[in-house]
């Protein structure tokens, strides 16, 4: 699992109900992301961290929250289940970002589905 | 963001070497350049990254020209196996994947 375990592996939603996709790493790492991805379609990023008390924006952030109160772990909320929210969703873990150093590498977890009916 | 574009397929057979190009436009003069493999049912896989010239290593080699607005990545002798989707994120600290390129390998 590259050092990052995600879980819940499967879940099923109903319409407005919520939830917490747990993310949790092992290798003291300060950068962790949040991708989701579609059926045939590329990664976008949800939210990332930097660090513990540090998150910011990605690409598509409406519809989730996320807390990074630790280094290991960074859960992603869902407030509000809507089926555009089906997809799969990645945990990724990096040494350092990819601005200035060469150990920005991104090592991913298994991905958590979700479906949302 | 820094997004780069990169051809959505391409096809090839065992054997052959793959080159799959990757436009960098507007990349910032401190990122590098990655490249992660992506098999179905699964998270991407990090391959290769550089800053400029090549680098070669046991899977992969990447070119990056001096001016950096792209890479390269060549993959010798594919195989079946190297099927996949394969994505060069642009970024830098938020790094977005995009939709990669698909590549097919046949016999």
């Known amino acids: 699992n590259a050092g990052v375990t995600q879980t819940p592996k499967f879940r099923i939603l109903k319409i407005g109900q919520s939830m917490t996709l747990q993310c949790t790493q092992d290798?003291?790492?300060?950068?962790m992301y949040w991708y989701r991805q579609d059926p045939g379609m590329g990664l976008k990023l949800i939210y990332y961290s930097v660090g513990a008390g540090i998150t910011d924006k990605g690409e598509v952030p409406n519809g989730y929250n996320v807390s990074r109160s630790t280094t290991e772990d960074f859960p992603l909320r869902l407030e509000l289940a809507a089926p555009s929210q089906t997809s799969v969703y990645f945990c990724?873990?990096?040494?350092?970002?990819?601005?200035?150093?060469?150990?920005?590498?991104?090592?991913f977890g298994e991905g958590s589905r979700l479906t949302v009916l | 963001l820094a997004k780069t574009t990169q051809p959505i397929s391409m096809d090839s057979y065992e054997g052959q070497e793959v080159n799959i190009t990757c436009s960098h436009n507007n990349i910032a003069t401190n990122d590098y350049i990655t490249w992660y493999q992506q098999f179905p049912s699964q998270g991407p896989r990090f391959i290769i990254q550089g800053y400029k010239t090549k680098v070669t290593n046991e899977v992969a080699s990447l070119f990056i020209p001096a001016d950096r607005k792209s890479s390269t990545l060549s993959l010798p002798r594919v195989s079946l196996s190297d099927t996949a989707v394969y994505y060069c994120p642009g970024g830098g600290n938020k790094l977005t994947f995009g939709t990669g390129t698909q590549l097919k390998v046949e016999l």
């Open positions: 990724a873990r990096s040494l350092s970002g990819m601005s200035g150093r060469s150990d920005g590498e991104l090592f």
């Open positions: 290798m003291n790492h300060n950068y």
